[in-house]
């Protein structure tokens, strides 16, 4: 199946800082990214989706200026947590999907703890 | 938001048992896909199956649909040590494409 990769796998931060988390389709066009989240022993949350050139669209009670996304390229996305705060530690995973296929390819996911 | 309610919670079984879980959703999907999580991994992509679909096997698993009672299930058979992993539903709701929903996981462990 299509590979899609996550950097840094895993990053702990201070309070604060920013952190910004790539994904990356490393075979195949990914026309839309999706960014998901999930808290410990918990499922996975959408938190926003982005199409390639054109601003994300984000879920109910995600702020968009605290979790900014850009989808400059077919094959990356990036996700920055601004002024992280402990809160948003979590494990954040990214999927990528090809026009309107229905099965999408996900990241192996990125560990981020804010102390 | 969650759609999807996963039944058991968790599942502990024997090498070689059968485990089955079970899987419900509230709207109207194109499909159904089952996940499995190794812990702290990543999600690896086990089936889809598809509204117009009853049932699909791949390997040791089978996936039931059942659309009227908006609800799913899969079975591993001859279950293996390696199969110990979280296992997740998502849907695809018609109405938002792309947007799959997750269901709240059955974690599976199962002891050689």
């Known amino acids: 199946g299509a590979v899609v990769s996550q950097h840094p796998s895993r990053v702990i931060c201070k309070s604060g800082t920013s952190v910004k988390i790539e994904c990356r389709s490393l075979d195949f066009q990914a026309t839309t990214m999706f960014w998901y989240r999930q808290f410990p022993k918990q499922s996975l949350m959408l938190m926003a989706t982005?199409?390639?050139?054109?601003?994300?669209?984000?879920e109910q009670g995600v702020e968009k200026d605290k979790f900014l996304i850009n989808h400059a390229s077919l094959t990356l996305s990036t996700l920055t947590v601004t002024s992280a705060h402990p809160e948003d530690s979590s494990f954040y995973i990214c999927?990528?999907?090809?026009?309107?296929?229905?099965?999408?390819?996900f990241g192996p996911g990125t560990r981020l703890l804010v102390l | 938001s969650q759609q999807g309610e996963e039944d058991p919670q968790a599942l502990s079984i024997q090498e070689g048992e059968n485990a089955t879980m079970n899987c419900s959703y509230k709207?109207?999907?194109?499909?159904l896909q089952w996940y499995r999580q190794n812990s702290g991994r990543g999600l690896v992509h086990l089936i889809l199956i598809r509204s117009n679909e009853r049932e699909k096997h791949s390997g040791r698993l089978r996936v039931t649909l059942d659309t009227s009672k908006k609800s799913s299930s899969l079975l591993i058979t001859a279950s293996r040590a390696a199969d110990t992993a979280s296992y997740f539903c998502a849907t695809a709701p018609t109405d938002s494409w792309g947007k799959l929903q997750f269901g709240a996981g059955t974690q599976v462990v199962v002891t050689p």
């Open positions: 982005s199409n390639e050139g054109s601003k994300a669209t984000y």
């Open positions: 709207t109207s999907i194109n499909n």
């Open positions: 999927s990528a999907g090809q026009g309107r296929r229905e099965t999408q390819y």
